[in-house]
């Protein structure tokens, strides 16, 4: 049997090598690490599939709900989708560096310092709106790319298709877009909004977004409200200084590596053809900053500025100066390693503590600086993917104590936090607990208008008030995790509600549903 000529081409080996290692990379380390907070959410959503959510579009609920209907309550399950789009990632940055003209060498680089780039390997082993985001972001350039190369406005069409998809996933595909717009509209390529594709791509994008857009609105357009709350809890602590500190972690070493290829399409003349990649990249972070978004949410125009910076590097630097290609490579994948167990679950908390101070002097790495402000020993998104376990453990233990004709009527209660509720619907279904109510997120939408007149556990680190509904609330086991963000979380077990309780539930969740039009 003959093989395809592409499989023999040492360039498509070359992208092929890496795909799999981007693969391998996630599919050894998935299970190390409990579930974030947030994939707890979004598998949440799953089963609760519509239109929208409070805080993000539908598009990952839906794809939460393929999940659980394949796979189940498996983490593996839930990981497997960011692994297979790292891997389908890397091969498009093969395609961006082959339409950019670059080679064997050039793909080296751009693949090395996308693997390895720590803010990917981070979003790669989770299944959140960011890891369809960049793959969305990636996929809209390479079309851009491939568009302006070819002059081809058939295109649009394509655009119009991956845009909608991606507002459907997270509204901040506007910015990109808005980014691309700005730089076309200032190039010679500004003929392409001229065609008749670009009017056809622009209905086919707002018909995929309409239903949620129909959705924001009969539900008290949640996103603002989200917006409002994300204004006084992290947007307050974000600034200049902290954004660009933020964006070179998340890269590392590969930061001065797309630096140099942003740099010299704005500036080289003999560039000129690619400078609407430097502006759509200063347009964009941009947008971000002058929003005090975070840095994290620029991550997918990096993997085209990878591939433009390995082919400059392959075209320039030639002859005796093509060494300077190999010394980049090695200086990316050394330190990139080195930072590689802040990333990627590699290490178990209690040695990734130990060598975060060995390594403190050298090596930076994303999300040390939590939404509080303050720089922490392990990083935010790791801190959350530990703990809930524990957690889930104590309240079946809490679960346990309740006489068994009671147990249909037990209300499990977390004060406003996702991240508890998602735990108990997702690790307590092995001990058949009742799903979790909160006031937060979607799960307003989700509560019920009333409460079974029954037990009630309740998670959160003090009664706050909660014990003067029952006759009596007994504090039944508290998490000791100290990497656990949720350190010192408690459970308790409240029983023989009085008459109040109903009612005041009642109000309660009137009040909350009443956001959202409920």
């Known amino acids: 049997m003959k093989l395809n000529p592409v499989f023999k081409d040492p360039y498509w080996q070359m992208a092929g090598l890496f795909v799999l290692i981007k693969f391998c990379l996630h599919l050894f380390t998935f299970n190390n690490y409990e579930l974030h907070r947030d994939e707890l959410l979004f598998f949440n959503q799953g089963a609760h599939v519509s239109f929208g959510n409070v805080s993000v ?66 979003f790669g082993s989770l299944f959140t709106v960011n890891i369809f985001d960049q793959f969305f972001w990636l996929v809209i350039s390479y079309l851009f790319i491939r568009m302006v190369n070819s002059g081809n406005p058939k295109l649009w069409i394509w655009i119009g298709i991956a845009g909608g998809i991606a507002f459907l996933n997270k509204y901040l595909v506007l910015y990109l877009l808005a980014g691309f717009a700005i730089a076309l509209l200032l190039s010679p390529q500004r003929k392409l909004f001229l065609q008749k594709q670009f009017v056809y791509a622009f209905i ?26 994300l204004e006084k809890t992290q947007m307050v602590n974000m600034t200049y200084r902290n954004f660009i500190i933020d964006l070179h972690n998340l890269n ?36 971000f900053m002058l929003s005090k978004g975070k840095a994290y949410h620029t991550l997918g125009l990096y993997p085209a500025l990878f591939a433009v910076s390995g082919c400059l590097m392959e075209k320039y630097f030639t002859g005796k100066w093509r060494i300077i290609n190999y010394l980049v490579w090695v200086h990316i994948v050394l330190f990139s390693c080195l930072s590689a167990p802040f990333s990627l679950p590699l290490l178990s908390f209690e040695k990734l503590g130990k060598y975060a101070e060995k390594t403190a002097g050298f090596v930076s790495y994303p999300f040390s600086r939590w939404e509080d402000g303050k720089i922490h020993p392990v990083s935010q998104v790791f801190s959350d993917m530990t703990g809930w376990e524990e957690m889930v453990g104590l309240v079946n233990q809490a679960y346990q ?26 690790y307590g279904k092995k001990y058949h607990l009742p799903e979790a109510i909160t006031f937060l997120e979607s799960y307003v939408i989700w509560a019920p208008d009333t409460l079974a007149k029954g037990p009630l556990i309740y998670i959160n680190y003090e009664t706050a008030g909660i014990d003067s509904f029952f006759e009596k609330c ?45």
């Open 204 to 229: 086919i994008g707002s018909i995929i977004i309409s239903p949620n857009i129909y959705w924001q609105h009969t539900h008290g357009w949640p996103f603002f409200l989200q917006i409002s709350e």
């Open 401 to 426: 104590q309740i006489p068994e004709n009671e147990r249909k009527n037990t209300t499990i209660y977390a004060e406003r936090n996702y991240g508890y509720a998602g735990a108990v619907n997702f």
């Open 474 to 518: 007994t504090e039944t086991g508290t998490v000791s995790n100290t990497y656990f963000r949720e350190n010192g979380l408690k459970v308790f077990l409240c029983e023989k509600p009085n008459n109040q309780l109903q009612e005041v539930y009642k109000q309660k969740a009137m009040e909350e549903k009443k956001k959202f039009n409920q």
């Open 57 to 122: 579009p539908p598009f990952i609920g839906w794809v939460a709900f393929v999940i659980r209907n394949l796979f189940g309550y498996s983490v593996f399950g839930v990981r497997l989708i960011p692994m297979l789009l790292g891997a389908l990632s890397v091969f498009v940055v093969a395609k961006i560096v082959k339409e950019l003209g670059g080679s064997v060498l050039a793909l080296l680089l751009a693949s090395s310092a996308f693997v390895l780039s720590p803010g990917f390997l981070l």
């Open 252 to 287: 590392y070493v590969s930061t001065f590596f797309w630096l140099g290829g942003f740099i010299t399409v704005l500036l080289a003349k003999s560039e000129k053809k690619h400078r609407y990649l430097g502006i759509v990249s200063i347009v964009v972070i941009g947008l």
